[in-house]
């Protein structure tokens, strides 16, 4: 059902210093660097084997990104997994009772279908459960 | 240089009661439950594509472990990265001033060299660097 590490966010305060530390000290690979979300978040996307590294860069103090930098500090923000199908992962955590965010998939702008977990229900971990647009 | 995510270490009070979670509401597939670092820990390891997730269960309130969920509360403990070389990696990371918790690399009894990054150098992230036993 889960099928990959799509990507872990780490939320940073900002994107430049941090690729100091993750692209020169650790020795990651950048991709690019792309606005996301309207606007609200600036991504650094790393690849890693399967997966990617995002480190994500709030640019609206009063979105979630920027009150939980503010509250938390830098650090992992989210584990987005793979999933086949995101309506059957969605209503089975539904059966078992579990905090969702979004209790149906958003769909962004390249027809990607996403919805978050409440950290509550996942002891601790804000979840992202993605599934690929069909055929690719 | 850095290869793969080798595994996710979620910091948990009860490794039964977060697998209702994990297992039963998320859909993972837990493999085994091991005692670790000589009785410490207790870890479950649940495959995800080609990394794990393992949730940590502290068995010594006074262990690094014990203290960080006693003090952050459940949540992402650490994220463990694959490295080609650990000893270059480390050596890498000390050139461009990184606080590192082993300055060399520790070998666990199956003879796996790791050794961690200091989360005030890697932007609040605990990082773990691991090479697989020659030939492995």
Avoid: W
């Avoid at 990959?4 to 950048?30: C, P, T, V």
């Avoid at 969605?90 to 702008?109: S, V, W, Y």
């Amino acid at each position: 059902m889960i099928a990959r590490i799509d990507h872990i966010g780490i939320a940073i305060q900002n994107i430049n210093d941090a690729l100091k530390f993750f692209e020169d000290a650790l020795g990651m690979k950048l991709d690019h660097i792309a606005s996301e979300e309207g606007g609200r978040t600036k991504v650094a996307f790393m690849p890693v084997g399967s997966s990617d590294v995002e480190l994500v860069e709030p640019q609206d103090a009063e979105s979630g990104l920027g009150k939980f930098l503010a509250k938390r500090g830098e650090g992992v923000h989210h584990i987005c997994f793979e999933v086949d199908d995101i309506n059957a992962a969605l209503a089975r955590l539904k059966e078992h009772g579990a905090q969702l965010i979004d209790e149906t998939p958003r769909t962004n702008a390249s027809g990607m279908q996403y919805a978050f977990i409440h950290p509550k229900s996942a002891h601790g971990v804000l979840i992202e459960l993605y599934q690929r647009p069909n055929g690719k």
